[in-house]
């Protein structure tokens, strides 16, 4: 009786015993399939990051391809703004749209010693502006801010007489009284800008450059009297849109003028022979 007993509860344990195993083996395979279905889902997610970074890359590339597009472009253009039909460029799988807009104001931020140059008369020899009105410096404080003073140095060409006559003047303006001899500007009311001026623009000049000393600062040339100024720079925007329509890329660009080297602002001109 004793060992039926014992057969008995031998047997039973081995009965719970299993159970335990295989609830065990169940977890098991729970927490597998959960891994396992975790380890897809970010392949998955992976894999589709992968083709969305793929695809961004390539509208961006059809994007700058209709930058190039544009610059190769005759920007002799009548009007203020060239806008060709949307197309797909070189094959890309994107529809790129560019447009192409004269600006006739220049408006930014200059390096100490660095010179922005401004057109005054167009690609005809035509000018339009009788006065230009540069506004400058975003600083106000003249004891902790320090202002910039600028230096515009005008270019005027007489072709009247052969050859040409090249002549240069020079004028300076002061945000504040440095005591160096410089004339402090009028402030430039309602403007962002601190201070301001207008200058005269004779028959025969061609353009002009705007130099900031003492100090970095922001200007904006702008035409005071007369027409506007002819286009001082291009506005190239391009935009390019895959053919799903999921991704949109843009670039902009400005295509500035061909302007002369900053040495010029240190050109000595001369109708003779220079003398040491």
Same mark, same amino acid.
């Given at each position: 009786?004793? +060992?039926?007993?014992?057969?008995?509860?031998?047997?039973?344990?081995?009965?719970?015993?299993?159970? =335990?195993?295989?609830?065990?083996?169940?977890?098991?395979?729970?927490?597998?399939?959960?891994?396992?279905?975790?380890? +897809?889902?970010?392949?998955?997610?992976?894999?589709?990051?992968?083709?969305?970074?793929?695809?961004?890359?390539?509208?961006?590339?059809?994007?700058?391809?209709?930058?190039?597009?544009?610059?190769?472009?005759?920007l002799s253009f009548a009007g203020t703004q060239l806008h060709p039909a949307p197309a797909v460029l070189n094959g890309?799988?994107?529809?790129?749209?560019?447009?192409?807009?004269?600006?006739?104001?220049?408006?930014t931020r200059l390096f100490q010693g660095v010179g922005a140059h401004v057109q005054l008369q167009d690609t005809n020899?035509?000018?339009?502006?009788?006065?230009?009105?540069?506004?400058?410096?975003?600083?106000?404080?003249?004891?902790?801010?320090?202002?910039?003073?600028?230096?515009?140095?005008?270019?005027?060409?007489?072709?009247?007489?052969?050859?040409?006559?090249?002549?240069?003047?020079? =004028?300076?303006? +002061?945000?504040?009284?440095?005591?160096?001899?410089?004339?402090?500007?009028?402030?430039?009311?309602?403007?962002?800008?601190?201070?301001?001026?207008?200058?005269?623009?004779?028959?025969?000049?061609?353009?002009?450059?705007?130099?900031?000393?003492?100090?970095?600062?922001?200007?904006?040339?702008?035409?005071?009297?007369?027409?506007?100024?002819?286009?001082?720079?291009?506005?190239?925007?391009?935009?390019?849109?895959?053919?799903?329509?999921?991704?949109?890329? +843009?670039? =902009?660009?400005?295509?500035?003028?061909?302007?002369?080297?900053?040495?010029?602002?240190?050109?000595?001109?001369?109708?003779?022979?220079?003398? =040491?």
């Amino acid at each position: 009786m004793p +060992a039926e007993k014992n057969a008995l509860v031998l047997t039973q344990y081995r009965r719970h015993q299993s159970g =335990q195993i295989g609830i065990i083996i169940i977890l098991i395979m729970v927490v597998l399939l959960t891994v396992g279905l975790s380890l +897809a889902a970010q392949s998955s997610r992976e894999v589709t990051l992968s083709r969305q970074e793929e695809e961004s890359t390539r509208t961006f590339n059809a994007a700058e391809a209709g930058v190039e597009q544009a610059l190769s472009t005759d920007l002799s253009f009548a009007g203020t703004q060239l806008h060709p039909a949307p197309a797909v460029l070189n094959g890309a799988n994107a529809l790129v749209d560019y447009t192409i807009t004269k600006v006739d104001v220049l408006e930014t931020r200059l390096f100490q010693g660095v010179g922005a140059h401004v057109q005054l008369q167009d690609t005809n020899g035509n000018q339009t502006a009788t006065q230009v009105r540069i506004d400058w410096s975003k600083e106000n404080d003249c004891v902790t801010q320090q202002p910039a003073t600028i230096i515009v140095s005008i270019y005027s060409v007489n072709k009247a007489v052969s050859p040409a006559a090249v002549a240069v003047r020079h =004028q300076a303006y +002061a945000s504040c009284n440095r005591n160096d001899g410089v004339a402090v500007a009028a402030t430039a009311g309602t403007s962002p800008y601190f201070k301001s001026v207008t200058i005269p623009v004779g028959a025969t000049d061609v353009f002009m450059r705007v130099r900031p000393v003492y100090n970095d600062s922001a200007i904006k040339v702008t035409s005071a009297a007369g027409a506007a100024l002819p286009v001082q720079y291009y506005s190239i925007l391009s935009t390019a849109t895959n053919q799903a329509g999921t991704e949109s890329r +843009a670039v =902009q660009v400005n295509r500035t003028l061909a302007v002369e080297p900053s040495v010029m602002d240190f050109v000595v001109y001369s109708g003779g022979t220079l003398t =040491q």
